[in-house]
DNA sequence: TTGAAAGCGCTAACAG
DNA sequence: CTGTTAGCGCTTTCAA
């Protein structure tokens, strides 16, 4: 049982295969096909089971209706909930999401990138990491559709949506200050991405708001990629150490730990230590006493790349800006 | 700045394409072309930075080195573990993944795969869900490439690779009962999967092998699906009700809301009651106190799976069987 | 040893 | 209004 292509149909009904693609993609106005002709050619198709083959479509047109979602780690907390939004609203426009992880290596990106447009991929959705600048700056070169998600390079050209990182310190900061707390320290990583730039702002401006003097030595700042055990084991040297009221995690995964550091220290939260984390985890809500966190609007996150990325395909206008940060939310919990 | 296409290269050198395709692709001995050409061949390509058109060279041969890899949930967490060891191992043979959600939608499903046929993918990764079942045999009667990972439908013809259930829950079972306790609850779902069965046999089995009278009140089935409130809700009323020594959660997810139920009843773990589960999941090692948990060897069920498909592509041969369960690892902790 | 040529299935310019 | 036809870039058979 073979497949049924287009030519089959078209020989079936004595006619022209371009009459049955025009018709099959509702174009036979363009072509001016009789009403009772395309009525024939439709019943056809649809008795014979046709269905179009993608990849004869795509050699031809040089479109896929695909487009790529690369990610640095997929199997990440983040990835996981915009994959889903992201994956709902890109069928809305009746394309596909390709999901890609680069596992944080530079080198595997540029060949993913060339690989997706070997196949052809119509835009791009990229988590960027360090580096990837020039990779990012070739494919806009190249006017392929692409969309910054969750970070964005200074300067760039690109349309990005991520979450407005300086805010969402702000807002734990001022909750934590409010709480009574001012020696606080925070705990962040190495990586040079834009969002642990201004999630490092976010805190020196709260502190100098609060009046409270900036203490470098408050400062914990980790190896991104160290091994749990390594990282579990600085944060527990350095509160201890540094004996803070409160500290503030920027980023989840390194509250998840900072969490196991507490333990160890047989700290009590909030008592002996005040918590607050930037990103929430699925763990934090069931932890007790439950972990204070700012939540990103990840749907809306995901939603609005979709739009950008729309638009930049020609599928869908917009207007208004294309770089943009969307608020987070403070969730209160029980930690501080 | 086009694309150079092989015609190119071979207008260039004056050749044909042939003898192009055929020394890029490393059979110029079955066409006999001579050294130097096929030097010069290679080093034309290279200097013109030739890539072979993916979508071309897959219209041709029918083929396109892309392995579909479908889950029903993409945000979960055995997905995530499993998502990067398959993809590790799959790149080993020179293939890619092509990640794939159902959302746990059957309709969903068979629409997914007949999009993936289209695309010429060239094998599949499923983890079946109730209802599947045909769809698979006729993915079978095509011949086409399937393994079946996490679960299968008895009786079925296709490969597949998953954790012994049985063996897991009885390993959590000798282990709860060593411990003393006799009055056992079991919390499980109403999915009509293979593996659920597997783990509700190893529970029965289990008790008559410790001389444990089987009570059917001690058996929760909750609905799959259904809201989270709801899940916590009940089970909270069911252990209230039971008022069991211990409890083992047939799935992790049970575990998780189980804890929060338990939570809610004020009970003391493993005081009030000990807890055990079925599959392994990141909070469980944080909780106070940790969470003994049976561990699925996820690595291993990627690699199988992956080997098993590369056997039914035909790429490696394999001997011994085609369906196989890997046994899983009691992580023991605190909570018994 | 090499090259010409026939398509894979589809689209779209062009000619009736 | 409708049909012919020329490719998209590549592989592979067949002839030279």
Redesign the interface.
């Known amino acids: 049982m073979k497949r049924v292509s287009l030519k089959d149909i078209a020989a079936k009904l004595g006619v022209s295969t371009s009459a049955v693609s025009f018709v099959l993609n509702g174009r036979e106005k363009e072509m001016r096909i009789g009403a009772k002709l395309a009525a024939r050619i439709r019943k056809a198709a649809h008795q014979a089971g046709y269905?179009?083959?993608?990849?004869?479509v795509?050699?031809r047109t040089g479109k896929?209706k695909i487009v790529a979602l690369i990610v640095d780690d997929?199997?990440?907390n983040f990835f996981?909930?915009l994959?889903?939004t992201i994956?709902k609203e890109i069928e809305r426009h009746g394309y596909?999401v390709?999901?890609c992880?680069t596992?944080n290596q530079l080198a595997k990106g540029e060949e993913l990138i060339?690989?997706l447009l070997?196949?052809?991929v119509d835009g791009f959705l990229i988590t960027p990491v360090p580096g990837m600048e020039s990779l990012i700056d070739s494919l806009l070169q190249q006017k392929r559709p692409v969309v910054l998600v969750d970070s964005y390079f200074p300067g760039t050209k690109a349309p990005y949506v991520l979450v407005d990182n300086r805010l969402g310190i702000s807002a734990a900061m001022k909750n934590l200050v409010s709480g009574g707390y001012r020696k606080i320290a925070l705990v962040m990583n190495d990586v040079k991405l834009v969002q642990m730039q201004e999630r490092l702002r976010g805190y020196k401006e709260s502190l100098s708001a609060a009046k409270i003097r900036f203490r470098k030595d408050l400062i914990l700042t980790t190896a991104y990629g160290e091994p749990d055990q390594v990282l579990v084991r600085n944060i527990s040297a350095f509160l201890k150490s540094q004996q803070p009221q409160a500290v503030l995690f920027a980023a989840n995964y390194l509250g998840?730990h900072g969490?196991?550091s507490i333990?160890q220290l047989q700290w009590e939260i909030p008592h002996d230590i005040a918590v607050s984390c930037f990103d929430d985890h699925?763990?934090f809500q069931?932890?007790?006493p439950a972990i204070t966190a700012i939540e990103q609007p990840v749907e809306e996150i995901g939603t609005t790349a979709v739009q950008l990325l729309m638009h930049e395909m020609g599928v869908e206008s917009i207007h208004g800006k294309k770089q943009i940060t969307l608020p987070p939310v403070l969730r209160e919990r029980d930690s501080v």
């Open positions: 269905t179009p083959h993608k990849v004869a795509s050699l896929s997929i199997s990440g996981a909930s994959a889903r994956e596909r390709f999901y992880s596992g060339r690989l070997q196949y052809q998840v969490l196991e333990h699925e763990l069931l932890y007790k």
